[in-house]
């Protein structure tokens, strides 16, 4: 495909050994009702049939698919790729094991071009869809204009960082990159992003399925993963801790961090040493038993943090993490 000079929507599909779920994905994305867009599949090294089947969709759809194949960088480094070589005024994201209801992205775009003052838009979510574990992640209809990034916290934007169901302009993107080599990498670029944001749009239209397949990230368990979460969260909490305007929301957000913390030290390769170390970091930022009692409004929440008091942070996390299941590598 020759990419266009400009048009209304770049679709970016990062793609590794994904053969036995591309087409269902691609067929999802292409019965969208869009009518100015384009497909990026980046074939990030894979050793499967997932490259040569990118090549066949891209024949199969031409003038709509675009196929860059790449050596393996990892996740982050095919999407940068498809941004770099995006041509649309909007920019979204698709993981290539999901898929998306009918009509998602085209309601959502024809809104955002409606209401061209809008930087980003989010929308509904089948979290782990087809499993046990699925929920649904819903939006009421609003447009937030002012205090943005304020009101993201205030709704604990940080808990659902996914970078997909989300529609942003592509310029919020110009100097913003996925970090190479970390995971959890939505939880370290979002906040940045929604920094850039005058006005965000919370849609209760359409819907993304992230699918929970065996082995991916969020079904399996281990210690580097989940350290790299709470760094992330706790460099969050770090930014707003001294946020007069936002004291009590950093609060709550700091017993989130502090359940991110505990999951560490469940992890079945936990590496003890570090552990320790991380531990002995986070509470130079703990705020005060008081503080976080007032800020918590739930009673089970204020009965786990009372034994904090007595045990200190160190102890509380690995008497919680003993109590409770490890979790499966």
């Given at each position: 495909?020759?990419?266009?000079?400009?048009?209304e929507l770049s679709i970016i599909v990062p793609i590794y050994n994904v053969e036995r779920h591309l087409k269902r994905c691609v067929k999802s994305i292409i019965a969208q009702g869009l009518a100015d867009y384009e497909v990026i599949l980046i074939d990030d090294g894979s050793t499967d049939g997932s490259a040569m089947l990118c090549d066949d969709l891209a024949r199969d759809h031409e003038g709509v698919?675009?196929?860059?194949?790449?050596?393996?960088?990892?996740?982050?480094?095919?999407?940068?790729?498809?941004?770099?070589?995006?041509?649309?005024?909007?920019?979204?994201?698709?993981?290539?094991?999901?898929?998306?209801?009918?009509?998602?992205?085209?309601?959502?775009?024809?809104?955002?071009?409606?209401?061209?003052?809008?930087?980003?838009?989010?929308?509904?979510?089948?979290?782990?869809?087809?499993?046990?574990?699925?929920?649904?992640?819903?939006?009421?209809?609003?447009?937030?204009?002012?205090?943005?990034?304020?009101?993201?916290?205030?709704?604990?934007?940080?808990?659902?960082?996914?970078?997909?169901?989300?529609?942003?302009?592509?310029?919020?993107?110009?100097?913003?990159?996925?970090?190479?080599?970390?995971?959890?990498?939505?939880?370290?670029?979002?906040?940045?992003?929604?920094?850039?944001?005058?006005?965000?749009?919370?849609?209760?239209?359409?819907?993304?399925?992230?699918?929970?397949?065996?082995?991916?990230?969020?079904?399996?368990?281990?210690?580097?993963?989940?350290?790299?979460?709470?760094?992330?969260?706790?460099?969050?909490?770090?930014?707003?801790?001294?946020?007069?305007?936002?004291?009590?929301?950093?609060?709550?957000?700091?017993?989130?961090?502090?359940?991110?913390?505990?999951?560490?030290?469940?992890?079945?390769?936990?590496?003890?040493?570090?552990?320790?170390?991380?531990?002995?970091?986070?509470?130079?930022?703990?705020?005060?038993?008081?503080?976080?009692?007032?800020?918590?409004?739930?009673?089970?929440?204020?009965?786990?943090?009372?034994?904090?008091?007595?045990?200190?942070?160190?102890?509380?996390?690995?008497?919680?993490?003993?109590?409770?299941?490890?979790?499966?590598?």
């Amino acid at each position: 495909m020759t990419a266009r000079e400009s048009m209304e929507l770049s679709i970016i599909v990062p793609i590794y050994n994904v053969e036995r779920h591309l087409k269902r994905c691609v067929k999802s994305i292409i019965a969208q009702g869009l009518a100015d867009y384009e497909v990026i599949l980046i074939d990030d090294g894979s050793t499967d049939g997932s490259a040569m089947l990118c090549d066949d969709l891209a024949r199969d759809h031409e003038g709509v698919i675009r196929v860059i194949h790449q050596a393996n960088g990892g996740l982050s480094a095919a999407r940068n790729r498809g941004i770099e070589v995006a041509q649309g005024t909007y920019v979204t994201f698709v993981d290539s094991d999901d898929e998306l209801c009918p009509e998602t992205l085209g309601s959502n775009v024809r809104f955002l071009t409606d209401h061209p003052e809008v930087d980003m838009l989010e929308y509904p979510v089948e979290v782990h869809a087809d499993s046990h574990e699925a929920h649904h992640l819903a939006f009421t209809d609003e447009t937030k204009r002012c205090d943005v990034f304020s009101d993201w916290i205030r709704r604990e934007g940080y808990r659902h960082c996914y970078a997909w169901n989300k529609v942003y302009r592509a310029h919020l993107w110009s100097n913003t990159r996925f970090p190479i080599g970390e995971y959890y990498e939505d939880t370290a670029v979002m906040p940045e992003i929604i920094e850039q944001c005058r006005v965000i749009h919370y849609s209760s239209h359409g819907c993304y399925r992230y699918i929970m397949h065996e082995g991916t990230i969020t079904t399996s368990y281990r210690y580097d993963r989940q350290r790299q979460l709470y760094l992330n969260s706790r460099k969050l909490y770090a930014k707003i801790m001294n946020d007069e305007a936002l004291h009590t929301e950093a609060l709550r957000m700091w017993t989130y961090s502090l359940n991110l913390l505990i999951d560490m030290g469940r992890c079945a390769d936990v590496n003890k040493v570090d552990y320790d170390h991380i531990i002995t970091e986070a509470d130079r930022l703990r705020p005060t038993m008081a503080e976080l009692l007032k800020a918590t409004p739930a009673i089970t929440t204020r009965l786990k943090l009372i034994p904090l008091s007595v045990l200190g942070l160190k102890a509380y996390c690995h008497t919680y993490a003993a109590l409770t299941k490890t979790l499966k590598a």
